[in-house]
């Protein structure tokens, strides 16, 4: 039996991600767990950020950020992003982060993040406590060894991080893939057939004592 709770913005698991905004000059950072896909054509994205946060009139004024997927293994200086306050001082310093000059903007991306989305904030949505930033994905950088023999952006390989109601999670074993309940099983290769036939059942040997042969003709007297 489930029990009601109070409402409350439970959605479980999310993508704790590092939001760079600013200039290469004057560079700051700050972790979003409400962060999501919107749109695929153009592609677009959404950040929730709450006014009084130090990152806000940087990304309202600028109309720019990165959104830069962070891996599991600076999981410390993605908390400390979320924590700290950039009137604190330099979040990439205090971090140990390093900001670098992104793809079709001015605001850096995150060295230390393997994918980084250069985005153009297109609307702001005031909704309460968070303003929702709906943006364009400009461009999109991403490591080398990322990528598999044929070309695919395989983000798997970077060990994603996750976010469950206040704790950070390191994305486990891959358990399946889009539309693979219905996907047909691949057909037989050329000069294979799709049923191959089985061998013959063999009959089964006898168990009981043969009955003695008649011979044609013969009666009992």
Not at 18 to 43: D, F, I, Q
Not at 95 to 116: D, F, K, N, R
Not at 195 to 206: F, I, L, S, V
Request: charged share 25%.
């Amino acid at each position: 039996m489930k029990k009601q709770v109070s409402p409350g913005a439970l959605l479980s698991p999310v993508p704790a991600v590092l939001v760079s905004c600013g200039t290469m000059e004057k560079p700051n950072l700050l972790t979003v767990a409400w962060a999501g896909t919107v749109c695929t054509r153009p592609p677009m994205v959404s950040i929730s950020i709450r006014p009084e946060r130090f990152s806000y009139p940087l990304i309202k004024e600028s109309g720019e950020f990165v959104l830069n997927l962070p891996p599991a293994k600076i999981v410390r200086a993605v908390d400390l992003c979320g924590v700290k306050s950039g009137k604190d001082g330099d979040k990439f310093a205090l971090s140990g982060l390093h900001p670098v000059p992104a793809a079709g903007v001015s605001a850096p991306a995150v060295a230390e993040c393997p994918v980084s989305f250069s985005c153009k904030v297109k609307q702001v949505i005031p909704l309460g406590s968070h303003d929702l930033f709906i943006a364009e994905i400009a461009a999109v950088e991403a490591e080398e060894g990322l990528f598999d023999e044929k070309g695919k952006l395989c983000l798997e390989k970077m060990g994603l991080l996750g976010y469950a109601h206040g704790e950070y999670h390191a994305l486990g074993e891959k358990i399946g893939s889009f539309g693979f309940s219905v996907r047909k099983k691949p057909l037989p290769k050329a000069g294979k057939p799709a049923h191959p036939k089985r061998p013959a059942p063999k009959p089964a040997a006898r168990t009981g004592p043969r009955r003695p042969h008649k011979k044609k003709g013969s009666r009992k007297p």
